[in-house]
């Protein structure tokens, strides 16, 4: 049997189907990972497949770094979007290379 919150995942991701695939991993963010942890971080951007995601605290970028596998696959999965890697950096960092 199929447990409710798989169930609300899947229904998650067929209503974000008509939006930009930023918006979806966005919606899907808090779903992903849960309120709290979807609080310590912000998706900033998506670019050539890897999510950008900026942390205000550095302790917290490494706890999102440990769960970062699980966190790409269900938010990959959630908002169907096929992600490369997620990027977390410190809030306020400036893209490499720009």
Not at 31 to 39: D, K
Not at 59 to 87: N, P, T
């Amino acid at each position: 049997m199929e447990s409710m919150r798989e169930m609300l995942r899947g229904s998650l991701g067929r209503s974000l189907r008509t939006m930009q695939e930023l918006d979806r991993l966005t919606a899907a963010w808090p779903v992903a990972c849960g309120a709290a942890l979807a609080r310590r971080g912000v998706i900033t951007s998506l670019e050539d497949g890897i999510l950008r995601v900026e942390v205000p605290d550095p302790a917290w970028i490494d706890q999102l770094r440990a769960m970062q596998a699980v966190l790409q696959h269900d938010l990959a999965r959630i908002a169907r979007v096929e992600l490369g890697g997620i990027h977390f950096v410190k809030a306020g960092a400036r893209p490499s290379g720009k």
